[in-house]
């Protein structure tokens, strides 16, 4: 079946430039996930949705940081005002969400960011 | 305190050998899961194995097994008979209960593996 699908695959933008990255998770799952990696480093969590909302954003590393996700599916991280820093891959996950029930995560393939 | 402690960036193995990556882990929750994945060059996240607080058996996914070892906070993943297929950054995660079962995952930072011939 489908995995979790992200995009754009690559993208380059000029500082001070506003980015979208775009995630549409596997059908089904419930919960999706925003994680950054930066060069040679472990990934670090940005949001977390359940459905359309939003219960932990503690994450996010500033107000330039925001995310939406419509209809319990497709989800969209925003950066805006883009600085060097930002420069990392952005990873989303998926999964299912039933309480008491821990289930693993599924990644997509990740958008690299790069802010000249 | 970091909640996942990966001590070994690097590790080198020689093909159809086993080898042991550790990863060690900081929580006061009763209730918790650990994971590895596998990130290849080509930089996907791919789930390996999990394993439950309260499960009484370490896991095993094919030649991936857990060695878990609840009082000493440890987690360590086995690969046996290793293929150079093998080689990848492996990193442990952990979800701990009381955040929500479909919580964040926190990781660990990654160990590379380089099998070789």
């Known amino acids: 079946g489908a995995g979790v699908s992200q995009s754009p695959s690559n993208k380059v933008t000029e500082k001070g430039k506003d980015v979208e990255l775009r995630c549409d998770p596997i059908s089904g799952h419930t919960a999706l996930y925003w994680y950054r990696q930066s060069l040679g480093q472990g990934l670090e969590f940005l949001i977390y949705f359940q459905g359309n909302s939003a219960p932990d954003k503690s994450g996010l590393p500033s107000d330039r940081f925001s995310a939406e996700r419509t209809g319990g599916s497709v989800s969209t991280l925003t950066i805006q005002r883009t600085q060097q820093e930002d420069s990392a891959v952005y990873l989303c996950?998926?999964?299912?969400?039933?309480?008491?029930?821990?289930?693993?995560?599924?990644f997509g393939p990740g958008t690299r960011l790069t802010v000249t | 305190a970091q909640k996942i402690t990966q001590t070994q960036p690097g590790m080198f193995v020689q093909e159809k050998e086993a080898v042991t990556l550790d990863c060690t882990y900081d929580t006061s929750d009763p209730s918790y899961g650990l994971f590895w994945y596998k990130q290849p060059s080509s930089g996907e996240m791919i789930f390996l194995i999990y394993q439950g607080s309260y499960d009484q058996q370490n896991a095993t996914e094919g030649r991936y097994s857990l060695n878990f070892q609840k009082a000493r906070k440890s987690a360590n993943l086995v690969i046996s008979a290793s293929q150079l297929g093998d080689s990848a950054m492996y990193f442990c995660?952990?979800?701990?209960?009381?955040?929500?079962?479909?919580?964040?995952?926190?990781f660990g930072t990654g160990t590379r593996l380089q099998v070789t011939l």
């Open positions: 996950a998926s999964s299912l969400a039933l309480a008491g029930v821990i289930y693993e995560q599924y």
């Open positions: 995660a952990m979800r701990e209960a009381h955040t929500g079962t479909a919580s964040k995952l926190t």
